[in-house]
């Protein structure tokens, strides 16, 4: 009957303030309605620059190739290279391409012409996949066989044919406004009551401690609920993505990610003296396991100090194990690991939570 009273306590504190009760409702619909669109690893709009030295029908023809990719935004062509390095160090060209003098006499005597291609390599990712994607279109140029023989290529996109990168990033997503929503929140509330005055008033009522804390945490769980049931109808109305998997695992999955944030988040809060401090210590926590997660970039291709984290880090337990269920359609025995893990982490961090409170002090 206590837990009973202390849930009411803390939904009221949530529906009297100003700030919260927006924060939950609008903070997923943001999210999901806008950082699919630019959440994207696909490398567009390279501004490549042209310095044709043959002046030839065939290096024209080549010209027009690169102009009609959508892939690049054709700057025009200059003159001599130097003019176009010039341009690339004011960040006016990423990529530029330099046709020999006797590119056409090459491709006619069959010849293999040296193209020069130079990249901004400053951001590695850009300057290369815009180098592979100009390579690929001379090679097809100077060697009409070649992309033949590639037509002839079949190649079968296995659970995203459509290589649509939203529907990598969708349940990637859930893991942000998950950690966010039930990881700060918590974090601010015991601290919040010790700013107020008022934990002093609930230290001495006769609530246990594992009642004091399972209040905490319950409201969390229940808002966790509603932030993954707000993003999968998001996902579906507004891209048209659904769960190829079971949802009640998708929910199983949020719950026990749930359980560790929350838990966590007040377990910071419970040693922390003031907001600013358990601010600064749970954004710590926050960017450290988001990028070691395999979120953005791939865990194997880490140094192997680093992917050894990812064994005690529940995000990247959930960011595989619901990439598995949403998108691959997977079942509770391709995920039980993760599950198992999630369970345990989020376990120890519960009684941590409960342990770390000082109920007298």
Same mark, same amino acid.
């Given at each position: 009957?206590?837990?009973?009273?202390?849930?009411?306590?803390?939904?009221? /504190?949530?529906?009297?303030?100003?700030?919260?009760?927006?924060?939950?409702?609008?903070?997923?619909?943001?999210?999901?309605?806008?950082?699919?669109?630019?959440?994207?690893?696909?490398?567009?709009?390279?501004?490549?620059?042209?310095?044709?030295?043959?002046?030839?029908?065939?290096?024209?023809?080549?010209?027009?190739?690169?102009?009609?990719?959508?892939?690049?935004?054709?700057?025009?062509?200059?003159?001599?290279?130097?003019?176009?390095?010039?341009?690339?160090?004011?960040?006016?060209?990423?990529?530029?391409?330099?046709?020999?003098?006797?590119?056409?006499?090459?491709?006619?005597?069959?010849?293999?012409?040296?193209?020069?291609?130079?990249?901004?390599?400053?951001?590695?990712?850009?300057?290369?996949?815009?180098?592979?994607?100009?390579?690929?279109?001379?090679?097809?140029?100077?060697?009409?066989?070649?992309?033949?023989?590639?037509?002839?290529?079949?190649?079968?996109?296995?659970?995203?044919?459509?290589?649509?990168?939203?529907?990598?990033?969708?349940?990637?997503?859930?893991?942000?406004?998950?950690?966010?929503?039930?990881?700060?929140?918590?974090?601010?509330?015991?601290?919040?009551?010790?700013?107020?005055?008022?934990?002093?008033?609930?230290?001495?009522?006769?609530?246990?401690?594992?009642?004091?804390?399972?209040?905490?945490?319950?409201?969390?769980?229940?808002?966790?609920?509603?932030?993954?049931?707000?993003?999968?109808?998001?996902?579906?109305?507004?891209?048209?993505?659904?769960?190829?998997?079971?949802?009640?695992?998708?929910?199983?999955?949020?719950?026990?990610?749930?359980?560790?944030?929350?838990?966590?988040?007040?377990?910071?809060?419970?040693?922390?003296?003031?907001?600013? /401090?358990?601010?600064?210590?749970?954004?710590?926590?926050?960017?450290?396991?988001?990028?070691?997660?395999?979120?953005?970039?791939?865990?194997?291709?880490?140094?192997?100090?680093?992917?050894?984290?990812?064994?005690?880090?529940?995000?990247?337990?959930?960011?595989?194990?619901?990439?598995?269920?949403?998108?691959?359609?997977?079942?509770?025995?391709?995920?039980?690991? /993760?599950?198992?893990?999630?369970?345990?982490?989020?376990?120890?961090?519960?009684?941590?939570?409960?342990?770390?409170?000082?109920?007298?002090?």
């Amino acid at each position: 009957m206590t837990l009973k009273y202390l849930i009411q306590k803390e939904f009221i /504190q949530i529906r009297r303030n100003a700030f919260l009760p927006r924060l939950i409702v609008m903070f997923p619909i943001m999210i999901m309605c806008v950082m699919p669109w630019v959440m994207s690893m696909e490398v567009k709009n390279i501004k490549v620059a042209v310095v044709d030295n043959d002046r030839s029908t065939l290096s024209q023809q080549l010209v027009h190739s690169i102009e009609a990719s959508n892939y690049f935004v054709f700057k025009g062509q200059v003159p001599t290279y130097r003019s176009a390095l010039q341009q690339m160090e004011k960040s006016q060209v990423d990529v530029v391409m330099v046709i020999p003098q006797d590119y056409s006499k090459d491709v006619a005597l069959g010849h293999q012409p040296q193209v020069l291609i130079a990249a901004n390599a400053v951001n590695g990712t850009k300057g290369a996949m815009g180098g592979n994607y100009l390579t690929q279109i001379v090679t097809q140029h100077v060697n009409p066989d070649i992309a033949s023989m590639q037509s002839r290529i079949s190649t079968l996109f296995l659970y995203n044919k459509h290589l649509n990168f939203k529907l990598f990033m969708i349940p990637a997503l859930f893991a942000i406004v998950m950690m966010l929503m039930t990881g700060f929140l918590p974090a601010l509330n015991i601290v919040g009551e010790k700013e107020a005055g008022t934990i002093e008033q609930i230290n001495v009522t006769p609530a246990s401690k594992w009642s004091f804390i399972l209040a905490k945490l319950i409201p969390y769980w229940i808002i966790a609920l509603f932030v993954i049931t707000v993003c999968l109808l998001l996902a579906w109305a507004v891209y048209g993505i659904t769960s190829a998997g079971p949802l009640a695992l998708i929910y199983l999955l949020s719950m026990l990610l749930a359980l560790f944030w929350s838990s966590l988040g007040l377990v910071i809060s419970n040693y922390s003296d003031t907001m600013q /401090q358990a601010i600064f210590v749970m954004w710590f926590f926050v960017v450290m396991m988001l990028l070691l997660s395999g979120l953005f970039t791939p865990t194997r291709s880490m140094p192997s100090w680093a992917y050894a984290t990812t064994y005690v880090n529940p995000m990247s337990y959930f960011i595989e194990a619901i990439r598995t269920v949403f998108i691959r359609g997977g079942g509770i025995s391709s995920i039980w690991h /993760q599950l198992l893990a999630l369970l345990g982490i989020g376990s120890v961090m519960a009684v941590w939570a409960v342990l770390s409170y000082k109920k007298n002090s």
